[in-house]
Structure formats: structure tokens, C-alpha cells
């Protein structure tokens, strides 16, 4: 099973938790809301973002530790759906059990500080975005456009927000990685802006920022146009009509069923640049898991990307429920 990033368009993990919405994700002071004004559309949509950042925490905490490798705990014997011996490793829960062990509840929420900095400066960023570019004239698409015309406005609609995910996720970026530090560290923001500030300049704080705008992007158009092709061919107008139906709006079970199977399936698809962004923000500062024996000390992401590939690695903490081990040559199944 997959878990996926909360941040992935931040589109988190378990892989659908971090899934966009069918359409353009709506900004802050964007869509209904917008009765409400935008300075308190804009203030809701923080809290919930920090509410989601908060509760999804110990989460991320656990898949941030599985993607570097850190493996506590033995794997045990289990048996899979054809009854065969195979070695599985701790899921989430035993995981975050023993983090409870030995640091206390408080330890599952390490680098939550700095996380919910950057999940607050996202949300205001998009939101400030929207308003110095806005799209007064969008026109939603309607099943009433031809194939053409509804494509144009996909096209439209996708290109402004993949600008405001962009802008968003560089602004935001910098406190990303001080939270994958500090979830080490431990000790204190400031401590970990200090040490990313020492060990690697003022660059530091954008290490990993190219995966991880490359899987955003992907992921954003993906999802978009995978809804705009079921919406425009998979679904029978005269079951589903909705006069001005907006991009991305399920109007039956199986358009939705359908699009939440495409949209998990694009999840596994650009994990690997959220993988590969989360390494190279704590590779080589200084800490034990980023440095070698515990891994390799690459000189870009590209690097890493292939050493994770030729690893078999490439989707190592998309599953933290079910995690088989591969089985040594040595290791006694019967």
C-alpha cells in the first residue's frame, strides 16, 4: 500500500495523502470561500494547512527516517497472500511505537516547528500569488465546450497553478529542509538553520528544491489532465449532466472511482522525486545518516537518483505499512 506526501502539492504518505484534487487545487481565498473574504478565506485556509501539517507530523517523521534508511527494528517472519515465508520490516505503527520507547510521544513530533513555519508560509504565498496574477477572465470548463476549447482552458488553468505551486514550494522550501534536519538534530530551530548555514551556505537551504518542483509539476499536470480526459471522454453526458461543471468535479462514483485510481497511480510516479529531494536535504551535512558508511555522499541529485536505481531503491518509504525486506541469501526461512 502506498502512502504518499502530504506535501506533494504537499501534493504526503500514504500515497493518496498527499494527493492533489481531481482539478487545479484551489488557493487560498480562491472559490466558495471567497464570501467570506479573502483575508478570512485566507486565514481558514492556514489553520487547516497547519491543522493537517500537525496531525500528519509523526507520519512524515517515520517516512523521513524509512527514506534514509534507518531501520531500528529486526524484520520478522511473515507470510504473504500465497501463504510463502518473506521477511517483512516494522510498519508505521511498530515504528512509531518504538520511537514512543525510547524518546516519548514527544519524539514523533521532531522537526514540527519548522514544518508548520513552512506549511503556513506556502499557504500565504499561493494565496499572495493569486492576487498579483489573478485570472479574472477563466473561463471553468464546461461540458459543453468542444475538445479543444475545454483543453485550452486546462492548459490555462494548469499553467497558473503550476506557477503558483512553484513559487510556493521554493518560498517554502528552505523551512522543508531545516525540518528534515532538525527531525535529527533535535535540538532546536535555530540550532538547525545554524548548521545548514555552516555546513553548506546559503545554497544549503535549497538542497533537494529541483526534485522536488520537478515531481510537483509532474504530478499537477498528471492529475489535471487525467481529469480532464475522464471528464471529456469516460463520463456519458446524458448521465452526468452539470450545467458549468468546473475542471476536476466527479459527477458519478465511477468518474471518481476511476480518477482516484489514476490520481494514486501519478502518487508512485513522481515518488521518486520526493524520495530523492528528502536524501539530498540531510545527504552530507554532517550527520551520520548522510554520510557514508550509511550513505553515499552524491554530488547532485541526478547521482543520487541513479545510485537509488541501480539500489532497486527508488521507492523506499512509499509503502509504511507493508514493507518487505529483501531476503538474505543467509537468513533461515524454515
Not at 534507518?70 to 517472519?77: C, G, N
Request: hydrophobic share 45%; aromatic share 10%; net charge neutral.
Amino acid at each position: 500500500g502506498a502512502l504518499t506526501h502530504p506535501e506533494h502539492p504537499e501534493p504526503s504518505s500514504m500515497a493518496a495523502m498527499a494527493a492533489l484534487p481531481p482539478g487545479p487545487l484551489s488557493p487560498p481565498g480562491g472559490g466558495a470561500a471567497d464570501a467570506a473574504g479573502p483575508e478570512g478565506a485566507e486565514g481558514l485556509f492556514v489553520l487547516l494547512g497547519a491543522g493537517l501539517a500537525a496531525a500528519s507530523h509523526p507520519l512524515l517523521y517515520v517516512k523521513l527516517l524509512v527514506q534514509v534508511g534507518h531501520e531500528p527494528l529486526p524484520p520478522t517472519i511473515g507470510r504473504n497472500v500465497l501463504g510463502r515465508k518473506v521477511l517483512y520490516l516494522p510498519g508505521f505503527f511498530t515504528y512509531a511505537r518504538h520511537i514512543v520507547e525510547v524518546d516519548g510521544k514527544r519524539g514523533l513530533f521532531r522537526g514540527l516547528t519548522p514544518r508548520l513555519i513552512s506549511s503556513t508560509l506556502s499557504t500565504i504565498t499561493r494565496g499572495s500569488v493569486k492576487k498579483a496574477f489573478p485570472l479574472e477572465d477563466m473561463e471553468h470548463v464546461s461540458n459543453k465546450d468542444d475538445v479543444k476549447t475545454s483543453l485550452r482552458k486546462v492548459v490555462r488553468e494548469t499553467s497558473h497553478e503550476m506557477m503558483m505551486q512553484c513559487v510556493s514550494r521554493v518560498v517554502s522550501h528552505p523551512l522543508h529542509g531545516e525540518s528534515c534536519l532538525f527531525s535529527f538534530l533535535g535540538s532546536g530551530v535555530f540550532s538547525a538553520i545554524g548548521r545548514i548555514f555552516k555546513e553548506e551556505g546559503i545554497l544549503g537551504f535549497f538542497v533537494g528544491l529541483v526534485p522536488h518542483v520537478l515531481g510537483d509539476v509532474i504530478f499537477l499536470w498528471c492529475c489535471n489532465l487525467l481529469a480532464h480526459f475522464i471528464n471529456t471522454y469516460a463520463v456519458d453526458d446524458n448521465v452526468s449532466e452539470v450545467p458549468e461543471a468546473g475542471l476536476g468535479v466527479c459527477t458519478n462514483f465511477r468518474e471518481a472511482a476511476a480518477f482516484l485510481c489514476f490520481q494514486i497511480a501519478v502518487s508512485m510516479l513522481t515518488y521518486p522525486f520526493l524520495l530523492v529531494g528528502d536524501l539530498m536535504a540531510v545527504n552530507n551535512c554532517g550527520l551520520r545518516a548522510g554520510l557514508p558508511p550509511y550513505a553515499p555522499a552524491f554530488a547532485s541529485w541526478i547521482h543520487c537518483w541513479r545510485y537509488l536505481s541501480a539500489q532497486g531503491q527508488l521507492f523506499r518509504g512509499s509503502s509504511l505499512l507493508f514493507r518487505r525486506a529483501p531476503i538474505p541469501a543467509s537468513f533461515p526461512m524454515d
